[in-house]
């Protein structure tokens, strides 16, 4: 049996992990979903960073009994990226879904580029440093996969994302751990797109090139977990074998 701990990206909470819940229990694992830190039911928290929200994925994994597969979809990654630094022990494969690592001085809104950072600065100013998530018009085809009733369910879900998450860095460790297998589940890139931009020295790409990243394509929208939970299970179920065999 494998343990997974499964946080999910911005406006979303544990329960965005459901289905895929469902799907590893079946499976014979076990799945801990957790809502980041200042989401959600756990909004109360203000002030939240990035690092605040690491600190805390890593204070989950101290709790558990033995290392998990940890998985960070979207803007989760770069969160657990730096949560598996620092708990290595704890972390038998790290899977990002639809995501990728950050250097430890770009923030969200460093990568999303300067017209769509000044867009994303100008809702948290007039949501009082919350950033909600947009409408399916402005998310546009990474909404691929998923029905209006499922896409409008969620949106009603979903929950601000305090200022300091896309604003904030998270701390990096100087160099990326080799024993540590890495899994890409590529949805709205590709393999191809990753080597292109390694080359270019894209930030969140550069680093998947290393013997411990692989990458499996699941072609979908940017929520697999809503529009392809059961693919999305097998994929994790085979990162969770593969886990175990490398690194200690």
Known sequence: MTTFVLVPGFWLGAWAWDAVVAGLRESGHDALALTPLGVGEREA???VSTEDQVDDVVARLREQDEPVVLVGHSGAGPVVV??????????SALVLVDTG???GDVSHLDFVGPERAAH???VLADNAGRYPMPSREELGPITAGIDETTFAAVHARSAPVPEGVPCTTARRAE?????LPKIVVACIFTAADVRE???????????????????VELPTGHWPMFSEPRALTDVLVKAGRAGPTAGR
């Open 197 to 215: 931009g390694a080359a270019a020295g894209a930030p969140g790409f550069a680093e998947m090139t290393g013997p411990e990243w692989s990458i």
């Open 101 to 103: 690592p950050l250097p």
């Open 175 to 179: 160099r990326g751990d080799p024993t």
């Open 82 to 91: 730096a949560a598996a630094e620092r708990a290595r022990d704890e972390v």
């Open 120 to 122: 994303v600065r100008r």
């Open 45 to 47: 928290h203000t002030g």
